[in-house]
């Protein structure tokens, strides 16, 4: 569209800096927040401009952390975080692929049952199943561990779903070739179907490692010892500490602290992600 | 090299769709055999059975004698050329070169020498680090090629390798498909459903239809004296015209002449209509002249055959001085005359009445 009237595109600009501001303004007043004093939040009057303590907050809640909150320092949190949600994402890509490649490739008695399995658990996420899936973790003896953490939120249909619809579209004639050319179903997948799937993976690591560092629920019920607390269930505690002014400038360096990860993995893979959404190598 | 044998073949999808029925066919040593047909006639199924990767119903098929139904494609010593070239994206030319010989367990410098090799014959030399997608369709059809040459196999398996390129770079393609083919000496089998393709390639052409052979011969023999309604009316471009008997108008053209008990549709191909009367006992058609196709060396003259809505189609050499909507007779010799019987949908005639 080639028009040119200076107050349309000045009305859309205005809109969009209206957007921007809305969602920036937030973050940018978490920010300040986080290199203030203790008080300087309760005094009615928001500082707008950063503040001098920055270092001084953000050592102390990565090294000490808010104890009377009950929290660990947040280099506890941030790595068990870390952990959760890299093995979540990793568990979940290798899992789904694995499984993508058996149903597209192979035919074996009841194909079309198991994908129809995977595919239904789509309906059941972990919110609704939390229950009995809390029950089954803790007679396992899984509360309180990685393992806990982890497992319960491993099987990803849409994964598998994702990886079945791409490796749908990668022509037989590949698979063929690769047959004459003598590489077996292992050395089919390792040397052809992965190096075509990198893209694929990339984009979807990325969604996954957010899908595992953003989840609240299931920490916030499997884990009591301060030992397994994740970034994200943990800034609650520090928020909702009774009897006393939540402290702002420990707080807000936590959520500054806990934003960064995903931002940094949208940044570093943004190129392969967007590639992977967008087109399919062929 | 090795010769193929393939007897009692059958394929049948599915428990009730019969793809192939009861297939003999033996592809001697060295030769270029090629399997035209329309598309649904089995001609790519029995392929892919010989490469292994489409199973065999019934029957056997040997590669060089040894049986190879249970055997894996890979196990089979082939190499086969796809149609959409099938060519590893993220390898680069030499990788998708490279790929069959490694994982065989080739020695380095005996991959690097026949790479070399096979990238010189195919001029594929400066284009050996790019990936397939740099490539035009040409070019990835050579390096198609050169991933079956450089395995050195027993046979070459091409399934219309040729159709996704344009009609001039598939008229060079085919001479050096040929070319190569000569040279090496290989065993092949070439799948198309074009029949230029088919006749210019063939040591032997092997004609299908619907799961069947019709006829199998050197191209030449097969135009000239087809053995079934069918391969009369596929062979030829244009196609022979087949004239039924029962009309009014076939029966007083070839009252005269003594044509074989049985004989209900005779065919006549395009060429073999002269304008002039022969000396020799010919058959004669008049009726008007509806089209004229000049093709560049010969022109394709359309004639509506007087008293009937049958058209005929007459080959004539060079720029032709017909005009559209004048009257027209045309002559045929009794000899180019190919008689059939549509019930059996077998010639009529044997060899020796018709030599």
Redesign the interface.
Known sequence: MIENRPFLAFLTHLVLIVGVVVVAFPVYLAFIASTHGSGDFMRGLVPLLPGPHMIENYSYMFNVGLSTAGAPPLSIMLLNSLVMAISIAVGKIIISILSAYAIVYFKFPFRLLAFWTIFITLMLPVEVRIIPTFKVVSDLGMLNSYPGLIIPLIASATATFLFRQFFLTVPDELMEAARVDGAGPLKFFRDILLPLSRTNIAALFVILFIYGWVQYLWPLLVTTDSKYYTVVMGIKRLAATADAEPQWNFVMAAVMLAMLPPVLVVILMQRLFVKGLVETEK | MASIDIKGVKKVYSGTVTAIHNLDLSIPDGQLVVLVGPSGCGKSTLLRMI???ESITDGTIAIDGAVVNAK???ERD???V?????????MTVRGNLE??LK??GTPRDEIDRRVAEAARILEIEPFLDRRP?QLSGGQRQRVAMG?AIVRQPKAFLFDEPLSNLDAKLRGQMRIEIKRLQRNLATTSVYVTHDQLEAMTLADQLVVMNGGRIEQVGAPISIYERPETLFVAGFIGSPPMNLMPMDGALGAQAFASLDLPSGTDVVGIRPDSLVVSQPQTPSASFSGTVELVEPVGGESHVHMRLAGSSDIMIISVPGRTEIVEGAPMTVYAKAGDLHPFNHQTGKRTDTPAANP
């Not at chain 2, 796809?82 to 993220?90: G, T």
């Open positions: 490469a292994g990767l894996e494609p890979a082939i190499a086969m796809f149609q959409n070239y099938a060519l590893y994206p993220h790929y069959g994982n065989r997608r991933r």
